[in-house]
């Protein structure tokens, strides 16, 4: 039989015969090169295809609703009540417990002079250790006896009804009985250490084992600073000396450098009574004020010194060993910048200060005019608020233009030349990554990590009045320097401080960068009016919290997104934005406001809320991530929660 009649018949030679064969009943296998059987299979290959593209489809709409309304929804996975303070007892107002994630699963708690790690998603407390050795403990019983009897010996003190004034004496979070309030400790986990910092203590563990790592230091550490990629650690040698101790993060690795010597005169703590304030003088000029070269930043700064000791009831006030050592690290502050420590150094040489209107003229009084009605109540409220404030300040402002001398000591730091620069305005210094910036008044200095001037550059606005809070107001990229003053984000070239673009906004708070090096500020509504009339009072003019993400390049904002966080947070892709809101129920004023919490995951491409954790009525604490592990502590719980992601 013929190849052709095979693949039209099959084994059979033509129609008639496979009739016959299907009558009697005989089997006649198929042709695998049969044209039927060949289109059989296709047929049913393509159904299979269709079918499985259909159940494709529906299987990632499945998983996109899953994914979109489900997955990635914060969950609580962990939740751990928090006693409230007794304040009868020797407690501070807020708990004495800390928190911290160290990284995704990992939770470390320090209370009750223990510290622990929790495996989070396991449930289970992988180890515990204490906080004080036996030594530090006899120390602090030797201190506490002190404090008592101290006690016994000073009289007590009564506020003007006649109530006695105690002072509530945290437990410090590291275990020691302390004579000031609680303060949360800086706890900083690395690959092979987690450090616990807290002003005048530091210790090192084994993130595996708990196990606690000897810190040799010579004398009694009197200061403890964390910086970047470094501790820095101010101690008292038994020989009198003083040594500045650098530590390595990344490997432990320290050196010391003595930074005094004991033949150093005493400072002098005695306070005499502080002159009464001159009023304002209002001038446009630097000729407001004046003090002689000799009134110097040398000088202790008595007025500081005297708030603080204001504050201190007998009982709880520090000896003069303490005060010195307040002095001192006022006036030798020491900053981590890389390769080497700054030690920056500032003398008053001149006093000068600008006096600037910072209230617009006050118009015709609306409470005066006599035709007061219900509709301009608020306005009238408005007017008496400002009459008050006028009376207050002046309606000026003073803007510090005095002159400075700046001098950039670099430790650790061989055959580095000092800086000495004359400055206009209240200097301050910031460390980046690859340079360190002076800035003073309406200018920045930039340096390299040698004390070589790279360049300078002049701002909009003085940033005198503006530096604030715990992040500094610059950034630095690969190669751009980022610089906020009151009212204009600047962006200098790195190479030369060239100005590339100029952003206007009003209230910068923070900047960052994420991986990409697209920038996220935090800033407000708030118009140029507000830096000029500051001493204003507008109850018609609402500011709101507003996130921008800005293009590097050009400056351009690619979206913005207004009232939905006073803050950010960046952590690998994902980007996080945080909010308390306040609201009066008009059935229930008297019992105040009510707070809502608000946890945003918001899209990084649009800033599209993808998510809201909303809590009332609760006080926050603190707020954390670990790329999509979050951590909430409140006055009377904490909560790990987590969300799936791709």
């Given at each position: ?72 929804s914060p969950k609580v996975i962990y939740s751990m009540p928090i006693p409230k ?298 007017e008496m608020l400002n009459d008050m404030r006028r009376e207050q300040t002046g ?252």
């Amino acid at each position: 039989m013929c190849l052709k009649c095979m693949e039209q018949f099959g084994y059979v030679c033509s129609v008639y015969c496979r009739q016959q064969a299907t009558q009697k009943r005989i089997y006649i296998p198929p042709y695998a090169q049969q044209k039927s059987v060949v289109e059989g299979r296709s047929n049913a290959l393509a159904k299979y295809i269709t079918y499985g593209a259909v159940a494709l489809v529906f299987l990632l709409f499945g998983f996109w609703i899953w994914y979109t309304w489900f997955a990635r929804s914060p969950k609580v996975i962990y939740s751990m009540p928090i006693p409230k303070p007794n304040l009868e007892t020797r407690k501070s107002f807020r708990p004495d417990e800390f928190y911290q994630l160290i990284g995704p699963n990992q939770l470390l708690s320090i209370k009750n002079k223990q510290m622990a790690l929790l495996d989070v998603a396991g449930q289970k407390q992988l180890w515990s250790v204490p906080l004080q050795n036996e030594a530090e403990a006899n120390a602090i019983k030797a201190a506490r006896a002190k404090n008592e009897e101290i006690q016994k010996r000073t009289p007590k003190v009564f506020d003007p009804d006649g109530f006695e004034i105690t002072r509530y004496k945290g437990l410090d979070p590291l275990g020691f009985e302390g004579d000031f309030a609680f303060s949360d400790p800086r706890v900083i986990a690395t690959t092979n250490d987690i450090w616990v910092i807290a002003r005048d203590r530091l210790a090192r563990f084994d993130p595996q084992t708990g196990s606690r790592k000897e810190i040799v230091i010579e004398g009694k550490i009197r200061n403890v600073t964390p910086g970047e990629g470094a501790i820095l650690v101010v101690s008292g040698k038994p020989d009198g000396h003083e040594a500045l101790t650098q530590i390595n993060l990344s490997d432990g690795a320290m050196q010391s450098e003595e930074i005094s010597s004991p033949a150093q005169p005493k400072i002098s703590m005695t306070m005499e009574k502080a002159a009464p304030a001159k009023p304002v003088a209002k001038s446009g000029t630097a000729q407001a004020k004046r003090i002689k070269p000799a009134e110097s930043a040398d000088k202790l700064p008595v007025d500081k010194l005297k708030s603080a000791a204001s504050q201190a009831i007998a009982s709880d006030a520090p000896d003069e060993e303490d005060m010195s050592n307040m002095f001192e690290d006022y006036q030798r502050p020491f900053i981590a910048a890389g390769a080497n420590v700054v030690q920056f150094k500032t003398k008053l040489l001149e006093h000068k200060t600008i006096a600037h209107e910072a209230m617009k003229p006050k118009g015709k009084s609306i409470v005066d005019s006599g035709k007061l009605t219900a509709g301009q109540s608020l306005d009238a409220a408005q007017e008496m608020l400002n009459d008050m404030r006028r009376e207050q300040t002046g309606g000026v402002v003073e803007e510090d233009v005095s002159d400075y001398q700046v001098t950039l000591h670099r430790r650790f730091a061989k055959d580095i030349p000092d800086w000495t620069g004359q400055v206009a305005g209240r200097p301050e210094f910031f460390a980046l990554k690859t340079v360190d910036i002076v800035a003073a008044g309406k200018t920045i200095y930039v340096f390299d990590k040698s004390n070589k001037k790279l360049w300078e550059a002049k701002l909009t606005y003085s940033i005198a009045s503006h530096f604030s809070g715990e992040h500094p107001p610059c950034l630095e990229t690969k190669d751009a320097v980022y610089f906020a003053d009151p009212g204009i984000l600047t962006r200098f070239e790195l190479a030369n401080g060239n100005v590339s673009w100029r952003l206007n906004s009003v209230g910068i708070s923070h900047i960052q960068a994420d991986a990409r090096g697209d920038l996220y500020v935090n800033t407000t509504t708030a118009g140029p009016e507000s830096i000029q009339y500051s001493e204003q009072i507008n109850v018609h003019e609402k500011v709101h919290s507003l996130i921008l993400k800005v293009a590097p390049a050009t400056g351009k904002v690619i979206w913005r997104q207004e009232s939905i966080g006073d803050a950010c947070l960046l952590s690998g892709k994902f980007l996080y934005a945080t909010k308390v809101s306040m609201a009066y129920a008009a059935l229930r004023f008297e019992e105040g406001p009510d707070t809502v919490f608000n946890l945003r995951l918001l899209n990084p491409s649009s800033g599209g809320e993808i998510w809201n954790y909303r809590k009332g009525n609760r006080h926050i604490i603190k707020t954390e991530v670990q790329k999509n592990w979050i951590l909430l502590q409140f006055d009377d719980e904490v909560m790990v929660l987590k969300f799936f992601s791709l």
